[in-house]
């Protein structure tokens, strides 16, 4: 069945580039996602990419996506305390109203 | 801006009672969505609705849940007798199609912590 993988805990430095990455195994995937949760919140839809791109840029967010080995990344340039969260990846296929999510990053940053 | 509401935030229960959550979706969306996470595991899919049926469930999404969108407002999820490992939180979301169906926004909640003790 479908899955997504990530790895569960990252740390770096105030002004640091943060990468957290994920492995998708659903090769019939349209949409891969990124979404926050701080804590108390629901999940904040970050950015997303179309399967047939393989880069996206959004201000700080570089989302890398290589389709061949379904492998997702995101980028966030100078990290900042205020992004210190839970990221998780997540992916929806074609058809069908499901989403598929990983377990989530969580991003500690130290100032 | 508008937001999808729960609630309660926290529901504490006994195994065997029967709950409710509540979530009011964003006022123009059309699909609404429910999601658990198991405390340090992943977002898991329960279930979709659109149009007052479901049109998409996971094998989790057993014959004691259930859905329902009693007024123009709310979505609710039920679980009819709660077993321990249903302790998890619970995530509403809806979405709006008029994109023509190719690109999903789901905008979510904070989310119910459901306690079954």
């Known amino acids: 069945g479908e899955d997504v993988e990530q790895s569960l805990f990252l740390s770096v430095r105030e002004g640091d580039s943060s990468v957290i990455n994920c492995t998708y195994t659903d090769s019939s995937s349209t949409y891969l996602y990124w979404y926050k949760q701080e804590p108390g919140a629901g999940l904040q839809l970050l950015t997303y990419i179309f399967s047939n791109m393989d880069m996206k840029q959004d201000q700080r967010l570089t989302v890398l996506l290589n389709k061949k080995d379904k492998h997702l990344s995101l980028r966030i340039a100078d990290t900042q305390t205020g992004d210190s969260a839970i990221y998780f990846c997540a992916e929806k296929g074609t058809g069908g109203f499901k989403t598929i999510f990983g377990a989530g990053t969580r991003l500690f940053v130290k100032a | 801006e508008p937001e999808v509401t729960q609630t309660p935030s926290h529901q504490v229960t006994q195994m065997g009672q029967e709950v409710i959550l509540r979530c009011v979706p964003i006022s123009n969306h059309l699909y609404f969505y429910w999601y658990r996470q198991i405390l340090g595991q992943k977002v898991e899919f329960l279930v979709s609705?659109?149009?007052?049926?479901?049109?998409?469930k996971s094998e989790i999404f057993d014959d004691q849940f259930s859905v329902e969108r009693p007024d123009g407002s709310n979505f609710t999820l039920k679980i009819r007798s709660t077993k321990l490992e249903d302790s998890a939180m619970y995530f509403c979301?809806?979405?709006?199609?008029?994109?023509?169906?190719?690109?999903?926004?789901?905008?979510f909640g904070p989310g119910t912590r459901l306690t079954v003790l």
């Open positions: 609705f659109y149009n007052n049926e479901i049109s998409e």
């Open positions: 979301a809806s979405s709006d199609f008029r994109q023509g169906g190719t690109y999903n926004e789901q905008f």
